[in-house]
């Protein structure tokens, strides 16, 4: 009987720890996801977008400016403005290097034909021509700005007073095709074929005891917000008549999608010589001024300094402005403030107060 008892009491025991194990067992199970669920789980937490932390977009810091163009740079801006002396005769077309300059006052030299003074600073290509003579008045307009002056001849009255100390000068009548400051090219024949190479410029100053280096005043320039905020008539095209014959008319046209306009004169695109790439500037400055003949070749005096009427041309709109010279350059008013240019590239073109500026310049012509 005792012996009975013990069996039963044995299987008994066995029953119970066989029910703990598959309890423990089935626990197990139940806490541990299936491989499935694993994967699943991992595969939704790979697809939820990190919070990533926001990206601050800093404006570059550039330490100078380019005193012309108001374009920012980390190169040193301390050497000298060169101002060159184009010719714009149609027999000088198209010009080499034109488009490299940051500033271009266009005058009139004798008779109907304009001239350029071309200034160069931020941009300096290898050749720009053909160059031409010097005038009283070119070489002012490049005083104001402190630059080397560089021309190919002059009438004496005119050298002599450049000798006496006018403005820092080089005259290609003495370097003549000596292959380092003037070259004559065999393209075009004299005196459209005067060339000059900028790279030589400072060290044949330097020679001659001019400073290469300058302490820039830049020209006053708009910031983003003022050029969103420009206000003026539209202004798609500019015609500026010099004289009643067609080849004497200059026209700028306007790319809304580059925001520049292109130069046309003649008729004919304004392009490099080498590159054929088009004339485009930024700002076109219209200034209305006296005129008087002075000689029998018809070279003129011209008043850069008493003031008058203009147009500012920019962004494809027009401002009727006034002008006044000081220290030498030629700022646009209106309302009695001085107004900035866009950054980039600016064309001034003087007009005589005979006929006038309304009747010489044309905003969006037919």
């Known amino acids: 009987m005792r012996k009975s008892l013990g069996w039963v009491f044995l299987l008994m025991l066995f029953i119970?720890?066989?029910?703990?194990?598959?309890?423990?067992?089935?626990?197990?199970s139940a806490e541990k996801p299936a491989e499935g669920d694993v994967k699943e789980?991992?595969?939704k937490e790979m697809e939820q977008p990190k919070e990533e932390t926001p990206v601050v977009e800093q404006e570059p810091e550039f330490k100078n400016m380019y005193p012309l163009t108001g374009e920012k740079t980390n190169d040193d801006v301390s050497h000298r403005i060169m101002a060159v002396m184009v010719n714009n005769h149609s027999y000088a077309r198209p010009q080499s290097g034109l488009n490299d300059a940051d500033l271009v006052y266009e005058v009139l030299a004798e008779g109907s034909i304009t001239r350029f003074v071309a200034f160069y600073h931020s941009n300096q290509p290898e050749v720009v021509g053909p160059v031409r003579s010097a005038r009283e008045y070119y070489y002012t307009i490049a005083k104001g700005y402190n630059a080397i002056y560089l021309y190919h001849g002059a009438?004496?009255?005119?050298?002599?007073?450049l000798k006496a100390g006018a403005i820092d000068h080089l005259n290609g009548m003495y370097y003549d095709n000596d292959r380092n400051l003037f070259k004559r090219e065999s393209f075009r024949s004299a005196p459209h074929n005067s060339y000059i190479l900028l790279d030589a410029v400072y060290d044949i100053a330097k020679q001659k005891g001019y400073e290469v280096t300058n302490n820039h005043e830049p020209l006053p320039f708009l910031t983003e917000d003022e050029i969103q905020s420009l206000d003026g008539q539209e202004a798609s095209s500019v015609k500026i008549t010099y004289s009643d014959t067609p080849q004497e008319t200059v026209t700028f046209k306007y790319n809304p999608?580059?925001?520049t306009y292109a130069r046309f004169n003649d008729g004919e695109a304004t392009?490099?010589?080498?590159?054929?790439?088009?004339?485009t500037v930024d700002n076109i400055f219209i200034v209305e001024t006296g005129h008087r003949v002075i000689d029998s070749k018809l070279?003129?005096?011209?008043d850069l300094n008493s003031g008058g009427n203009g147009y500012l041309i920019q962004k494809g709109q027009v401002q009727q402005v006034t002008w006044k010279n000081e220290d030498g350059r030629t700022y646009p008013f209106k309302d009695g403030k001085k107004l900035g240019f866009v950054p980039g590239k600016t064309w001034v073109n003087v007009v005589p107060e005979q006929p006038g500026i309304s009747q010489s310049v044309s905003i969006n012509p037919q």
């Open 155 to 161: 009438a004496e009255y005119i050298e002599n007073q």
């Open 16 to 28: 119970v720890s066989a029910c703990s194990v598959d309890q423990i067992a089935n626990k197990a």
């Open 41 to 43: 789980h991992s595969k």
């Open 271 to 279: 392009v490099d010589y080498h590159t054929k790439e088009a004339t």
């Open 257 to 259: 999608e580059e925001e």
């Open 299 to 302: 070279r003129r005096d011209i």
